[in-house]
T-cell receptor, first 116, second 112 residues
């Protein structure tokens, strides 16, 4: 089984709808992240969480909210979806106790979201 | 100036050649540097991490870091068609804190 899973994998929704993307991990990592990826723009950080009680805004948090329900679960919500939120969304995890000065991130398979 | 810059490509190399991918970053205090490979429609996969100036080799991959020039590169020896993908450079530390800042990626095409 994959260490980092995301549901749903694909979603088409209409403008104004509320949608939740979910991420679960079995890696035992304490840190979790949400990114979106748009063609030519690379990965941009939406929100991140270093533990269950720690939630932080990233570069592009407007229009998004998150919930860290448990160490292993981190969900991303779009309260009122708009077409320019159409993108590929990735969840990632990392371990603060890793071997490097700042440890690597491991990515889930992604959720392709289309807002019409 | 973008914080992490990469040539978007595509970079085309013949099979068996050396592919050289480059990345520059703006924050001189950056501490850790990563190369990810991403196939179309798939998630990024970590290839290399490097923390100190110099070269780090892992199989056909070599990462090179020059903090004075704020430059990190990835060399792929004996390139294979299966290496065709987008390569993302990521930087963390310094003003970025413990967040990763990704470059836009370089698309590599290895021609049989």
């Amino acid at each position: 089984d994959a260490d980092v899973t995301q549901t749903p994998r694909n979603r088409i929704t209409k403008t104004g709808k509320r949608i939740m993307l979910e991420c679960s991990q079995t890696k035992g990592h304490d840190r979790m992240y949400w990114y979106r990826q748009d063609p030519g723009l690379g990965l941009r950080l939406i929100y991140y969480s270093f533990d269950v009680k720690d939630i932080n805004k990233g570069e592009i948090s407007d229009g998004y909210s998150v919930s860290r329900q448990a160490q292993a679960k981190f969900s991303l919500s779009l309260e009122s979806a708009i077409p320019n939120q159409t993108a590929l969304y990735f969840c990632a995890t990392s371990d603060s106790e890793g071997q490097g000065p700042l440890d690597e991130q491991y990515f889930g398979p992604g959720t392709r979201l289309t807002v019409t | 100036q973008k914080e992490v810059e990469q040539n978007s490509g595509p970079l085309s190399v013949p099979e068996g050649a050396i592919a050289s991918l480059n990345c520059t970053y703006s924050d001189r205090g950056s501490q850790s540097f990563f190369w990810y490979r991403q196939y179309s429609g798939k998630s990024p996969e970590l290839i290399m991490s490097i923390y100190s100036n110099g070269d780090k080799e892992d199989g056909r991959f070599t990462a090179q870091l020059n903090k004075a020039s704020q430059y990190v590169s990835l060399l792929i020896r004996d390139s294979q068609p299966s290496d065709s993908a987008t390569y993302l450079c990521a930087v963390t530390g310094g003003n970025y804190g413990q967040n990763f800042v990704f470059g836009p990626g370089t698309r590599l095409s290895v021609l049989p």
